[in-house]
């Protein structure tokens, strides 16, 4: 089973990932958490060019580069534990791409989806949990400032948190389009709920779902 979490940076994944990979593991499951960009020796490489440079790049190298780090891990990790009957979470897949890149960075989005179909090899996630956040409040929540409404302009943050809150009401927006169109996959949640509240959710939904 693939398990997928999307969100805004700051939305809090990191943290349900982690709650959800330890009840997962406490009910004797094999469970591989991993993230995008990363999850392999060469995704790893690309993830530090895309987030720590600070060189500019283009929309479309920031695709292909997001793109070619998602073949990666998708042939070298992904499709071989699939196989083997475990479970999978992963922190961002192709929704990200869709959100970031297509609405946020303005990147066609009929483009987008070929370049999406190569490199996940036609994998699909099972279920994919949304935590939804407004990006001012997710700017406050990284920096426990709530009277910071620019602080994804901060120099602390990596390449793509410094693009600027204007740009994350795009991603937000293209999220809210791609889960109208996909409902019987996504999972939308509110991120300004307690942590143990979500992670509740979250495991209520995958026995409903998945009762096996």
Same mark, same amino acid.
């Given at each position: 089973?693939?398990?997928?979490?999307?969100?805004?940076?700051?939305?809090?994944?990191?943290?349900?990932?982690?709650?959800?990979?330890?009840?997962?593991?406490?009910?004797?499951?094999?469970?591989?958490?991993?993230?995008?960009?990363?999850?392999?020796?060469?995704?790893?490489? !690309?993830?530090?060019? =895309? #987030?720590? %440079?600070?060189?500019? +790049?283009?929309?479309? /190298?920031?695709?292909?580069?997001?793109?070619?780090?998602?073949?990666?891990?998708?042939?070298?990790?992904?499709?071989?534990?699939?196989?083997?009957?475990?479970?999978?979470?992963?922190?961002?897949?192709?929704?990200?791409?869709?959100?970031?890149?297509?609405?946020?960075?303005? !990147?066609?989005?009929? =483009? #987008?989806? %070929?370049?999406?179909? +190569?490199?996940?090899? /036609?994998?699909?996630?099972?279920?994919?949990?949304?935590?939804?956040?407004?990006?001012?409040?997710?700017?406050?929540?990284?920096?426990?400032?709530?009277?910071?409404?620019?602080?994804?302009?901060?120099?602390?943050?990596?390449?793509?948190?410094?693009?600027?809150?204007?740009?994350?009401?795009?991603?937000?927006?293209?999220?809210?389009?791609? +889960?109208?169109?996909?409902?019987?996959?996504?999972?939308?949640?509110?991120?300004?709920?307690?942590?143990?509240?979500?992670?509740?959710?979250?495991?209520?939904?995958?026995?409903?779902?998945?009762?096996?």
């Amino acid at each position: 089973m693939l398990i997928t979490f999307e969100g805004i940076d700051g939305a809090g994944k990191s943290t349900q990932i982690k709650k959800l990979l330890e009840s997962l593991s406490a009910e004797g499951r094999e469970v591989l958490a991993l993230r995008e960009p990363g999850g392999s020796e060469v995704a790893e490489k !690309i993830r530090s060019i =895309l #987030l720590e %440079s600070r060189h500019e +790049i283009t929309p479309i /190298g920031e695709l292909l580069l997001f793109s070619a780090s998602r073949a990666e891990i998708v042939q070298e990790v992904i499709k071989p534990a699939l196989a083997t009957g475990k479970t999978v979470i992963l922190d961002r897949f192709f929704d990200s791409t869709t959100a970031y890149q297509g609405y946020g960075r303005g !990147i066609n989005l009929e =483009l #987008l989806q %070929s370049i999406i179909a +190569i490199s996940t090899c /036609g994998t699909v996630p099972d279920i994919t949990f949304y935590l939804d956040i407004e990006p001012e409040e997710a700017a406050a929540r990284k920096f426990s400032q709530p009277s910071l409404p620019l602080a994804f302009e901060s120099d602390e943050l990596d390449r793509m948190e410094r693009s600027g809150v204007a740009f994350y009401h795009k991603v937000r927006q293209g999220y809210l389009d791609i +889960i109208s169109r996909n409902k019987e996959r996504f999972i939308s949640i509110d991120a300004l709920l307690p942590e143990m509240v979500i992670h509740r959710q979250i495991m209520a939904m995958l026995a409903k779902r998945f009762p096996a």
